[in-house]
């Protein structure tokens, strides 16, 4: 089993990023954290049956053979986790130096990571619906203050740009 996760108190980067990870490869399943901050919680409460999220608790038990972690480098404990699994790091916080040499570490300097996601999106041509668009542009704006913090780079605005040329709203 491959899944995909987030860091705890979840903001629209992780939620976006998470999900995008997904639609990179839809085999992984994107587990959402146990806490989400409240913008969030509100998006997945009116649209969270739009996505393919899975809570922690009903991932089947079976063993985990690959992590993504998406918008952190801090690994949770979960069931089906053993020595051999593997993890791949996508973040664009400096990177910790205590982090194990096994992890396949990628990481960017850019104002949102779903900014990074989404440039992979793009070139595989995957199609994206309004919502699916949408959500993954609220991880950009957030992250960027709506491409108003000193963060956000060029790669971040025309990401945006991306993703309201697909329908964003």
């Given at each position: 089993?491959?899944?995909?996760?987030?860091?705890?108190?979840?903001?629209?980067?992780?939620?976006a990023s998470l999900f995008?990870?997904?639609?990179?490869?839809?085999?992984?399943?994107?587990?959402?954290?146990?806490?989400?901050?409240?913008?969030?919680?509100?998006?997945?409460?009116?649209?969270?049956?739009?996505?393919?999220?899975?809570?922690?608790?009903?991932?089947?038990?079976?063993?985990?053979?690959?992590?993504?972690?998406?918008?952190?480098?801090?690994?949770?404990?979960?069931?089906?986790?053993?020595?051999?699994?593997?993890?791949?790091?996508?973040?664009?916080?400096?990177?910790?130096?205590?982090?194990?040499?096994s992890w396949q570490i990628?990481?960017?300097?850019?104002?949102?990571?779903?900014?990074?996601?989404v440039e992979q999106l793009?070139?595989?041509?995957?199609?994206?619906?309004?919502?699916?668009?949408?959500?993954?542009?609220?991880?950009?704006?957030?992250?960027?203050?709506?491409?108003?913090?000193?963060?956000?780079?060029?790669?971040?605005?025309?990401?945006?740009?991306?993703?309201?040329?697909?329908?964003?709203?």
């Amino acid at each position: 089993m491959e899944v995909i996760l987030t860091h705890e108190q979840a903001d629209f980067d992780a939620l976006a990023s998470l999900f995008c990870a997904h639609l990179l490869n839809e085999n992984s399943i994107p587990v959402l954290p146990n806490r989400l901050n409240r913008n969030v919680r509100n998006f997945l409460n009116l649209y969270g049956a739009d996505f393919p999220f899975t809570e922690a608790r009903d991932l089947a038990s079976k063993s985990i053979q690959h992590i993504t972690l998406v918008d952190t480098q801090s690994l949770v404990t979960l069931k089906g986790v053993t020595a051999r699994t593997k993890v791949s790091v996508i973040d664009h916080h400096e990177i910790r130096a205590d982090l194990p040499e096994s992890w396949q570490i990628q990481s960017e300097k850019v104002g949102a990571i779903t900014t990074v996601l989404v440039e992979q999106l793009r070139e595989i041509n995957r199609p994206l619906n309004q919502m699916e668009a949408t959500l993954l542009l609220l991880g950009i704006y957030e992250d960027t203050g709506s491409l108003s913090y000193a963060s956000t780079t060029v790669r971040d605005v025309k990401a945006a740009a991306y993703l309201l040329e697909h329908g964003a709203s």
